[in-house]
């Protein structure tokens, strides 16, 4: 069974940081689509930030140059620091995995995690 949990959502004035964890269980980042989502209420899911399967780190333009995306593979784990937060930062992040893929929507996305929430207030 393939398990990702995530960890550090919170409350944060804007101008703060937060640096949000997930790790998996039952599947192997490495080599795999794994990124984080952002889903606010009334709106779609979107994909924010995310490593392909080589290894190369994209963003979102929303958090182009404030959030960064970083992996560590001994520990299954990837991490998504996020600096100068905005108030329209705020939502529930959810970490997600795929063998092929990660579509923009989050549609046939394999694996995700539970959700965490990150408000950021003005």
């Known amino acids: 069974e393939v398990q990702l949990v995530e960890s550090g959502g919170g409350s944060v004035q804007a101008g703060g940081s937060l640096r949000l964890s997930c790790t998996a269980s039952g599947f192997t980042f490495d080599g795999s689509y794994v990124g984080w989502y952002r889903q606010v209420p009334g709106s779609e899911r979107e994909l924010i930030s995310y490593f392909s399967n080589d290894g190369s780190p994209d963003y979102a333009d929303s958090v182009k140059g404030r959030f960064t995306i970083s992996q560590d593979n001994a520990k299954n784990t990837v991490h998504l620091q996020m600096n100068s937060l905005k108030p329209e930062d705020t939502g529930v992040y959810y970490c997600?995995?795929?063998?092929?893929?990660?579509?923009?929507?989050?549609?046939?996305?394999?694996?995700w995690g539970q959700g965490t929430q990150v408000t950021v207030s003005s």
């Open positions: 997600a995995a795929d063998s092929f893929t990660l579509s923009d929507d989050g549609d046939y996305v394999d694996h």
